[in-house]
Nanobody
Framework: QVQLVESGGGLVQAGGSLRLSCAASGRTFGTYTMGWFRQAPGKEREFVAAIRGTASLTYYADSVKGRFAISRDNPKNTLYLQMNSLKPEDTAVYYC?????????????????WGQGTLVTVSS
């Protein structure tokens, strides 16, 4: 099992940038596929980005492609989400999730471990 703690959220103006971090416990972080999801008020949690453990293949939702970048530092047990050109519609609680095996990257049900979330608010 891996435990996850997100940080880096905050209030930013539209067009600004933020970098989220997700610190993981344990010595097997590199074996996990990691993902970022977000949940806006009154909406369901949605996929944002994901990254494989070893090959570091990355995947993005169309709504963030070209603006967000997911990365990981396996020796530091940390996942990142660099968010640029932020828009008010990016306002949400952002969660990092972890999964082993070959579940769907895009389905939150296939992630077995979650952090507590960090709030990102983008003002217009």
């Amino acid at each position: 099992q891996v435990q996850l703690v997100e940080s880096g959220g905050g209030l930013v103006q539209a067009g600004g940038s933020l970098r989220l971090s997700c610190a993981a416990s344990g010595r097997t972080f590199g074996t996990y596929t990691m993902g970022w999801f977000r949940q806006a008020p009154g909406k369901e949690r949605e996929f944002v980005a994901a990254i494989r453990g070893t090959a570091s293949l990355t995947y993005y939702a169309d709504s963030v492609k070209g603006r967000f970048a997911i990365s990981r530092d396996n020796p530091k047990n940390t996942l990142y989400l660099q968010m640029n050109s932020l828009k008010p519609e990016d306002t949400a609680v952002y969660y990092c999730g972890a999964q082993l095996g070959f579940g769907s990257l895009y389905n939150e049900r296939d992630y077995t471990n979650w952090g507590q979330g960090t709030l990102v608010t983008v003002s217009s």
